[in-house]
């Protein structure tokens, strides 16, 4: 249940000319009254005898009967209360009830009150209904409507709970507009999959991915194919910005533009602007041991998944300012992850993206900079270009996704510490989508891997065994007992041959970051310890005849520390490795 109120008009018979009309785009039918401050008010709709004029000037009789002077300069109140998707379609008598308890719970006719507002409920669809009011009650006093809106929303948790109805997070007011009923509509009769606004909310969003300049920025919504307008002062400085789908347009043929700020409150120019404020002390990237070039997919994907790695413990463990800049910049990894990535994930990462965007904003104001890191691997991701989803590529793309999913499960456990309820559900959902996108991605690099350690000879094998039981005694038979051992077996023997202590890998990359969410435990660890001991993730390179160096001349993995922090220009937070 989805209530919305409306900022507040001055012509009552312009609202009820709508409610009652055929809609924007005809997508009105049936519009008639569901209840009302009086079971005799004239319905238009269904009553022949019955007009709009009548029941406006009814409404409107508390409001004239005052001095002029002290009529109210907005005296139309206006709420929409809106169905779920997915909960059924209720009779007209459930609606009339729900819009009773819609204006006792905000004061606009409170129960057993009767010197309350006069108010009507329209229904003209399957899913909502509206209520207008006029504000002076039948005493002549105004009524009291401090957070009606929050009190909407309070009713609306309790209606869904009494009517069986899916039960929704309130919100806090930094979620992005929702289509209205006509833009779905119009997106219903356009065959599109989601509405002009969706779509540009998700254009523009991959377009200041990694951006760093309005040049850069305004660059790419034109490479998209988006009409573009700005916003100038007199002086000559840029104040705003709108876009628009070239095939999006209005009864008149013209484009349907949107502000950025429509679209979502972090797209307004201001705000994009603290990104690129951040941005002037942004390190290069370099490339990583197991790359072929710094700006590949691959490289750009390694980059993504260390930069994750240190990510993690800021949200889990830093000041609530920088860990929401980070939050935020996670977003922006998942938008450049979607839009590089292969076939096989791409709709399973674009829907993880399209979902974060509500958990990468909240009341917790970011403080820019701080998440330089993330914000520099989306702008790799973007620049490397699109994966082909094999080899090295789509093995780094599964590492990728697997410290991503963990980084997304931090934030929602962050979100749902602070009480912001919808932000913790986005990003749950999110989580949701990436486990799906890991599972085609990992498939290949994993099954090479399973096949290598297969392959391990017995004594090796049997050598690991023991190395598992006595470094992690706590999880060692669970992992055994899963089809990825064979996998991580593989690894610790070539992290062996590459001269590191495998026992100290196995340490860190367990002690360091929760495994309670993970679906296998033995494929976290491959990738922690792929990414840790720069492996290369796709193993079809490593010769299949490698042995395993002297175990007193291996270097200690404590040699490695903190560099991967300072790789992406700042400091590795404690506890990161």
């Known amino acids: 249940m989805i209530p919305r109120v409306h900022k507040r008009g001055s012509h009552t018979f312009g609202l009820l000319n709508y409610l009652y009309g055929k809609g924007t785009h005809e ?37 004239q009967a005052l001095a002029e ?25 459930q609606w009339g009830e729900i819009a009773r308890r819609m204006v006792s719970a905000t004061g606009i006719a409170p129960a057993a009150d009767e010197a309350g507002c006069r ?41 869904e709970a009494e009517y069986g109805l ?19 509509h119009k997106a219903q009769r356009q065959g599109r999959e989601r509405t002009a606004r969706e779509e540009l ?11 760093r300049s309005e040049e850069e920025f305004f660059g790419r919504l034109a490479a998209a194919g988006l009409l573009l307008r700005k916003r100038e002062a007199p002086s000559g400085d840029l104040l705003g910005y709108k876009v628009a789908l070239p095939d999006d347009r209005n009864k008149e043929g013209e484009p349907v533009f949107y502000p950025g700020a429509r679209l979502a409150p972090d797209l307004s120019l201001p705000r994009i602007r603290e990104r690129w404020s951040a941005d002037s002390d ?32 800021v949200v889990e463990h830093g000041e609530d300012a920088v860990a929401a800049a980070y939050i935020a910049a996670t977003g922006e990894v998942l938008d450049a992850l979607a839009k590089t990535s292969a076939v096989h994930t791409r709709n399973e990462l674009r829907d993880a993206a399209f979902a974060f965007e509500r958990a990468s904003r909240s009341h917790v104001r970011a403080v820019r900079g701080h998440d330089r890191a993330l914000r520099q691997a989306a702008r790799d991701l973007a620049q490397g270009g699109p994966a082909l989803g094999r080899g090295e590529d789509g093995a780094t793309t599964a590492m990728a996704i697997d410290m991503l999913f963990f980084l997304i499960t931090a934030a929602a456990h962050w979100h749902a510490r602070k009480g912001h309820a919808q932000q913790a559900e986005a990003a749950t959902r999110s989580a949701e989508h990436l486990r799906n996108a890991y599972q085609p991605a990992a498939a290949q690099p994993l099954g090479v891997l399973y096949q290598r350690g297969r392959r391990l000879s017995r004594p090796v094998l049997q ?4 190395l598992l039981r ?25 992290a062996e041959a590459a001269g590191h202590d495998s026992a100290a890998l196995l340490s860190d990359a367990v002690e360091s970051r929760e495994l309670g969410t993970a679906d296998s435990v033995s494929d976290v660890l491959v990738w922690r310890l792929r990414r840790r001991a720069d492996l290369p993730a796709d193993a079809t390179g490593i010769p299949k005849n490698r042995t395993v160096k002297n175990p007193a001349t291996v270097r200690p993995v404590t040699a490695r520390t903190t560099t991967y922090g300072r790789r992406f220009g700042e400091e590795a937070p404690g506890n990161t490795r």
């Open 201 to 211: 909310r998700e254009s523009v969003r991959r377009a200041v991915t990694g951006a």
């Open 166 to 184: 899916k039960q929704l997070n309130t919100g806090d007011g930094t979620a992005a507009q929702r289509p209205t009923s006509a833009e779905r």
């Open 463 to 466: 050598r690991q065994t023991a």
């Open 119 to 159: 108010w009507a409920a329209v229904r003209h669809a399957d899913d909502h209904i509206h209520i207008i009011a006029t504000l002076v009650r039948e005493d002549g006093r105004r009524p009291r409507l401090n957070n009606d809106a929050k009190r909407s929303q309070a009713e609306a948790r309790l209606i």
């Open 470 to 494: 006595e470094t992690l005694p706590g999880l060692a038979e669970q992992i055994l007992a899963e089809p990825g051992w064979y996998a991580l077996a593989a690894t610790i023997a070539e």
């Open 27 to 63: 997508e009105h039918v049936d519009p008639h009254l569901v209840a009302a401050w009086d079971s005799f008010a004239p319905d238009p709709g269904r009553d022949p005898q019955a007009t709009k004029r009548q029941l406006q000037q009814l409404l409107d009789q508390p409001v």
């Open 282 to 313: 942004q390190v290069p990237s370099t490339d990583t041991p197991g790359s072929a070039s710094p700006n590949s997919p691959s490289a750009a994907r390694r980059r993504t998944a260390t930069a994750a790695w240190v990510a993690i413990s």
């Open 69 to 93: 002077s002290r009529h109210p300069a907005k005296h139309v109140w206006h709420l929409s209360v809106r169905a779920a998707p997915d909960d059924p379609v209720l009779s007209d008598e």
